[in-house]
Structure formats: structure tokens, C-alpha cells
């Protein structure tokens, strides 16, 4: 039997992908190259915004059309808010929400046997428990997405999360170490701890915190090369997971720290744990630790009744804390939140100018750090290979991409070189 995935949303859902792909490789089947029937397709969705849920109805239909006699399973968080609207689209067998995940082979044998269609989407997310299923299928990467936790608890006012992925459950320390070593011993290089709420990882737990969890990783896996951390929420940046970076040189230099916004009242309105004083006097205490730290961060722009004052209390504040890039996300309301019932939403074509600003001020942020490093020695794991321009891609420990002229692929390979930008990097900024 064979099966095709594909995969919307963020890491998470990547890593839960390769997770099925292994179970059903475990069970016999195998990813269908070009010419071969497709047996299975996969489709793994996201609902962080409506266009999210957009996009998974429309790659379901497109795979549909593609593969009329796959069988075809719907995951994720789209498949968990509106099972009903996934199960009434064409080819839909199987609908699999945001837990059981690790059923699906079995599923599949099901409806084989039936020809029924099956929807298991378990409606009362907060009862989830950790489903620890992990990835044992490697390919030739040198990076890795290692999922640790799922769910949150904070209740952002605009996040649907809580709603799609369930309460916050952390994975057991042992599983993780476990995984960690196989992909170690697999010849990855870089392990990036990812997950719904990263940092709230051992909330859950007795006594255990994410810092803890990142000692034993780096206590236990002695010849793990590097080790990152995808997103972590200011207030979960304590001076002791500081000291454990500052102190060890397999921690990346590189710290992900959601904002939001860099106006108070609206992060008020957001249901955010932090105000801008706070997060400013943590990113002082981060450099403290850390001061050649690369700090990026989230931004959403356009929530319900920013002012002109709030947007530019935000993007000067953006520029005070000096991030080295920004991601910047137009609000987007989603239904079953509270944001989205707030008045004085803000509209399309205001998003989209306040979008472009603060794009154009990532950019020179982003120009501005790169410009410190020019002419200094940096560690470079390389991950991909420019064919056309002969030249090696890899990531420093401070996340930003580096390029080494090379006449062949260095896959894998680490090495120290003098950071530089090249003409045509310039050229096509
Ligand atoms: S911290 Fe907030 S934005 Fe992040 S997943 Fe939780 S509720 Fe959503």
C-alpha cells in the first residue's frame, strides 16, 4: 500500500505528519513516488486563521480530483473545530481531530474492511492526554523538529488554539530523550524543541520545568551538536534557563519571543500575561545573559480597535527592543474566540498598510544585525545547496542564514566561516 501526505500549519503539525508517515512505514506501506497509484493521502490541516481553513478545504478537494480512489484522512486542528464541514467534502473517509492520530493505520483497515466513513474527533479537547507517537522514519536532513508538549492553556483572546489542540500535556522526559538520541545517532546535527505552547513544557508536571527538561537533554545527549528553542512566551524565560544557555555552547543563540503588539491597552485587549515594560525588562535581562542574542518575535497587526496611537506605540517600541526580524500577521477573527466578537474591528485595507510598515521595518532590522556579523568567524550547519550559484545554505547558532561558495552539496556539514552577504542576496532583498 502506498500513501502521499501533505501538510498545512506549523511544525508541530509537521512533526505529527512524519509521526503517521512512520507508523503506516511500520505497518508496510510506503510513500508513493511519481508514477505509483496512491493508495492513502494524508492531509494534515491547520485553523489558525480562516484562511487556513480555507486552504484545507481546498487541498482536500485538489487531492481528491488528483487521486478519485485514494482513501483519504483529514487530521489536525481544522478537522477538530468543524469535523462535520471536513467529513461533507468530497473523498473524505476518514477525519481524525487534534487526538487518536495514532489510530490511523487501524482506521484505515477499518474503512477498508467497511467502506463506512469514519469521523473520531473527541469533542471535549480538554481531556486530551499526551499522544506519544514520534517520528522513527529519518530522512538526510541536519535539522530536526523535535515536538515535546501539546496544547496551551493561556487563552489568548484571539487564539483558537486552545480550542483545536485541548489543555496543555507535556511529553515524558524519557520519550524525548529517547528521540533526541535516535536522531543524534541518525546524524542530525541541530534538534529544535517545538511544540503548541513550547515553553509552558512541565507545567503539567510535578515540579519539572522546561529548563529542566533542556539540562537533561544537554546532560544526556553529550554529543548533540546544537540545540534550539522554536517560540518561548516572555514569562517562561527564567534566569535559570538563561544561565543553562549562557553556559553551554550547544544552546542556540537565538531566542524566539512572541510581542503581539508593543502597545499595553492592546495586549490588554489580547489576554497577553505581560505588559511592555515587563517584556522590555526581560529582553534587558536576555542580553544581560546574552549579548550577541538574535531575538525574533510575532506581531499581529490591526486587532480589534487599534488606534493609529497603539500601532505606533508598537512599531516604536519594535525598533526599542531592536528584534533582528519579525514575523507579521494581519489580524484574523476566528469564530468561538472573544476577539472575534470585540467591536471596532479594524479594516482589510488599514491591516494591510500597518502589514507592509512593519515588513519594511523587519527588514532593515534584520539588515542591521546580519551587518554586525560581516567579517566574523560563524558556525554554520549546512542544510541545502544553491545549484545554480554553487554556494552551501546553512543557519548559524544565531539563526541567521549563511552562504559558503562550495562545488558540491555539504549536507551536514559544519563549519566555521566568515559571515558575508552576497551581491545577490542584496540584489534580491
Ligand atoms: S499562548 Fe496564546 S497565542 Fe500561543 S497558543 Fe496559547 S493561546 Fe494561542
Do not use: W
Not at 549562557?246 to 495586549?267: D, N, T
Not at 484574523?332 to 485595507?349: D, F, H, I, L, Y
Request: aromatic share 10%.
Amino acid at each position: 500500500m502506498t500513501y502521499k501526505t501533505f501538510t498545512l500549519g506549523c511544525k508541530v503539525n509537521a512533526y505529527e505528519t512524519d509521526a503517521v508517515a512512520s507508523l503506516l512505514n511500520a505497518r508496510g506501506y510506503h510513500e508513493a513516488n511519481e508514477n505509483e497509484i496512491v493508495d492513502v493521502i494524508i492531509i494534515n490541516t491547520c485553523s489558525v486563521t480562516s484562511t487556513s481553513d480555507q486552504k484545507s478545504r481546498q487541498h482536500i478537494r485538489k487531492f481528491h480530483k488528483l487521486y478519485p480512489e485514494a482513501i483519504i484522512v483529514v487530521m489536525g486542528c481544522y478537522a477538530q473545530v468543524d469535523p462535520e464541514s471536513v467529513s461533507s467534502l468530497p473523498g473524505v473517509a476518514i477525519v481524525v481531530g487534534a487526538s487518536d492520530r495514532h489510530r490511523i493505520p487501524d482506521l484505515i483497515e477499518q474503512y477498508k474492511q467497511h467502506s463506512q466513513a469514519i469521523i473520531t474527533v473527541e469533542k471535549n479537547q480538554r481531556n486530551f492526554d499526551y499522544e506519544d507517537f514520534g517520528v522513527t522514519s529519518f530522512t538526510h536532513n541536519s535539522r530536526a523538529y523535535l515536538k515535546i508538549q501539546d496544547g496551551c492553556d493561556n487563552f489568548c483572546s484571539y487564539c483558537i488554539i486552545p480550542y483545536s489542540r485541548g489543555r496543555l500535556r507535556s511529553r515524558p522526559v524519557e520519550s524525548i530523550i529517547t528521540e533526541i538520541k535516535d536522531l543524534v545517532s541518525h546524524g542530525y546535527k541541530e534538534i529544535i524543541l517545538t511544540g503548541i505552547h513550547t515553553g509552558g513544557y512541565g507545567s503539567d508536571l510535578d515540579g519539572f520545568t522546561f529548563s529542566d527538561l533542556v539540562a537533561t537533554i544537554l546532560r544526556e545527549v553529550p554529543n548533540l551538536f546544537r540545540l534550539r528553542i522554536s517560540s518561548i512566551e516572555e514569562n517562561e524565560v527564567t534566569p535559570d534557563l538563561l544561565n543553562i544557555m549562557a553556559q553551554s555552547s550547544v544552546m542556540a543563540r537565538h531566542l524566539h519571543l512572541p510581542l503581539q503588539s508593543g502597545s499595553s491597552s492592546v495586549l490588554k485587549r489580547m489576554n497577553r500575561k505581560y505588559d511592555t515594560a515587563a517584556f522590555l525588562a526581560k529582553v534587558k535581562m536576555i542580553r544581560d545573559y546574552l549579548p550577541d542574542i538574535a531575538l525574533s518575535t510575532d506581531v499581529i497587526v490591526g486587532f480589534p480597535g487599534e488606534t493609529e496611537e497603539e500601532f505606533t506605540e508598537t512599531y516604536n517600541f519594535i525598533k526599542q527592543a531592536n528584534f533582528m526580524r519579525l514575523h507579521v500577521f494581519p489580524f484574523s477573527p476566528r469564530s468561538g474566540t472573544s476577539a472575534a466578537r470585540m467591536k471596532n474591528q479594524v479594516s482589510p485595507e488599514v491591516k494591510k498598510e500597518r502589514v507592509n510598515r512593519l515588513i519594511s521595518l523587519s527588514e532593515e532590522l534584520e539588515a542591521d544585525y546580519e551587518r554586525r556579523f560581516i567579517g566574523r568567524k560563524v558556525e554554520v550547519i549546512f542544510e541545502e545547496y544553491d545549484e545554480t550559484s554553487h554556494f552551501a545554505i546553512g543557519h548559524t547558532s544565531n539563526y541567521l542564514v549563511a552562504k559558503y561558495p562550495s562545488p558540491v552539496a555539504i549536507h551536514g556539514q559544519i563549519k566555521d566561516i566568515i559571515f558575508q552577504i552576497y551581491t545577490h542576496d542584496i540584489n534580491k532583498k
